[in-house]
């Protein structure tokens, strides 16, 4: 056990613990659609975001969760994850994933790193219908965590690797940013993709 000032880790994901092709990019060259889902990445505007995941529900209709992640052969891990992981669990740091992904797949990717919170858009496959998870929910999503966990904002570590990140890395006492360039303005700890182990040491030496 650490007497490291961080006592919660909250990770984007994709881009973040996953690289390369995105979660809904890997299920699309399953169902042969990862063309069109590169179009769709593309998206910018919660109108368009939302027609392109209805588009995807589409796609899962009739199928469950667990069909669609039978295996997770050839799944962007970023490197270092379940190293990075292991050292944070050991150390006593809290682990949380907030994503604007499918929660069927945060909440496999949860399961695999011993993460024990998630944020993520939801999607009921019996109906078809969406509870969308967008970027500004991630911050509220980190203070409410703080709440529950009678923390500050000061032990709370933030890792992310977009604009969407933004607030939630702005409220983290620890911010920690693995994209190519850093927004506008800011001064988070740059890692651009960085190892997750080297992720991890950063967060223990907060």
């Known amino acids: 056990m650490t007497s490291n000032r961080i006592k919660l880790a909250v990770f984007d994901v994709d881009g973040t613990l996953l690289r390369g092709d995105t ?3 890997w299920i699309a060259r399953r169902l042969s659609k990862y063309d069109r ?8 505007g919660k109108p368009d975001v939302s027609a392109a995941r209805e588009e995807m529900a589409s796609w899962y209709r009739g199928s469950t969760p667990d069909a669609l992640l039978a295996d997770l052969e050839g799944f962007p891990w970023a490197p270092g994850l379940f190293e990075g992981m292991r050292m944070l669990r050991d150390a006593g740091v809290k682990i949380a994933l907030a994503s ?3 929660e069927f797949v945060v909440k496999r990717v949860a399961e695999e790193l011993g993460a024990q919170w998630t944020l993520a858009t939801k999607l009921d496959f019996s109906t078809g219908d969406i509870g969308h998870a967008w970027s500004e929910h991630k911050v509220t999503f980190a203070s409410d965590l703080a709440t529950e966990l009678k923390i500050d904002h000061e032990s709370i570590a933030a890792v992310g690797d977009t604009d969407g990140d933004s607030q939630m890395l702005d409220y983290a006492g620890l ?32």
């Open 23 to 25: 979660a809904c990019l």
């Open 175 to 206: 911010a920690i940013f693995v994209g190519p360039s850093l927004p506008p303005g800011k001064n988070y700890l740059h890692m651009p993709s960085a190892d997750i182990r080297d992720v991890a040491v950063a967060i223990l030496e907060g």
């Open 100 to 102: 604007v992904g499918w």
């Open 37 to 44: 889902m590169l179009e769709m990445e593309q998206s910018r």
